[in-house]
């Protein structure tokens, strides 16, 4: 059973910074996929980035795509996501999730993964 194990979330002023981090307590594909999704209070789990091991490929949603960044260190079968230019509406909990991926995998739907972090919360004032 895969553990993830998710660091680094806190409150930031709009405007600001603050960096997730998630390691996988190991990686058991070569076709590994990390990423994170978030959730508001009375919203539903939205995707937010995934990293491929395999590729070093990334994926974005269109509401982050410039402002965060989601990076992995093979060392540390980690992934961190660095969120920039934070606005209110960042504001959720953000939960690390992990897949082993396989044809017709979907990076934005939660159902495609098979792990799950505790989820961090990230509140970002104005």
């Known amino acids: 059973q895969v553990q993830l194990v998710e660091s680094g979330g806190g409150a930031a002023q709009a405007g600001g910074s603050l960096r997730l981090s998630c390691a996988a307590s190991e990686r058991t594909s070569d076709h590994f996929a990390m990423g994170w999704f978030r959730q508001a209070p009375g919203k539903e789990r939205d995707f937010v980035a995934v990293?491929?091991?395999?590729?070093?490929?990334?994926y974005y949603a269109n509401a982050v795509k410039g402002r965060f960044t989601i990076s992995g260190d093979n060392s540390k079968n980690t992934v961190y996501l660095q969120m920039n230019n934070l606005k209110p509406e960042d504001t959720a909990v953000y939960s690390c999730a992990a897949a082993v991926v396989v044809p017709g995998w979907a990076a934005a739907g939660p159902g495609d993964y098979d792990y799950w972090g505790q989820g961090t919360q990230v509140t970002v004032s104005s």
């Open positions: 990293f491929l091991w395999s590729s070093g490929s990334t």
